[in-house]
Nanobody, 125 residues
Framework: QVQLVESGGGLVQTGGSLRLSCTAS????????MAWYRQAPGKQRELVAR???????NYADSVKGRFTISRDSAERTVFLQMNSLGPEDTAVYYC???????????????????WGQGIQVTVSS
């Protein structure tokens, strides 16, 4: 019911920048929060940054001051601007959306957590 399309990953040198985008579509009534997670090889998936409907944000300590999350509510898109990248940022990055979707003919709302397919970010030293 919710589709997420991610873009913007790739290969960058240490100190470089990348901007990730994720657009949500489907039977969405409202979006509570949008976030980016990442998973490096051999490690657990971890929260990178999250932005709530009222634009409040939180970040992992490891990315504070380097990454910025923002959203375009009208376009249902979340961005992650990543600056001063280092090899430790190499991972697959996943978009995550918490939304309420319309279900059935009654128009009832259901809380749904959706994940993107993941996008590779590689930082070379």
């Amino acid at each position: 019911q919710v589709q997420l399309v991610e873009s913007g990953g790739g290969l960058v040198q240490t100190g470089g920048s990348l901007r990730l985008s994720c657009t949500a579509s489907g039977s969405i009534f409202s979006i509570d929060a949008m976030a980016w997670y990442r998973q490096a090889p051999g490690k657990q998936r971890e929260l990178v940054a999250r932005i709530f409907s009222e634009s409040r944000t939180n970040y992992a300590d490891s990315v504070k001051g380097r990454f910025t999350i923002s959203r375009d509510s009208a376009e249902r898109t979340v961005f992650l601007q990543m600056n001063s990248l280092g090899p430790e940022d190499t991972a697959v990055y996943y978009c995550n959306v918490e939304s309420r979707v319309v279900t059935g003919n009654s128009g009832a709302l259901r809380y749904v957590i959706s994940w993107g397919q993941g996008i590779q970010v590689t930082v070379s030293s």
